[in-house]
């Protein structure tokens, strides 16, 4: 299960309300969001994940 979205306000100003941190790449190209979604990507070992987010980032 991966979380998605939130207020912005830890990394602000680089995370806001439009874009939370798990939606900008911090470290190399790809954002954290996308990097753990890598992760769990081989259906041999990993159920498609359950993405869990407010409507704003649907």
Sequence with gaps: MLLAGGSGTRLWPVSRDAMP???????GDR????????????????????????NDFR
């Excluded at 941190?21 to 470290?27: A, G, I, M």
């Excluded at 954002?31 to 407010?54: E, G, K």
Aim: no cysteine.
């Design 21 to 27: 941190k798990q939606f900008l790449p911090l470290v």
């Design 31 to 54: 954002s954290t969001y996308q990097q753990a979604l890598a992760r769990v990507s081989n259906p041999d070992l990993f159920a498609p994940p359950i993405v869990m987010t407010a």
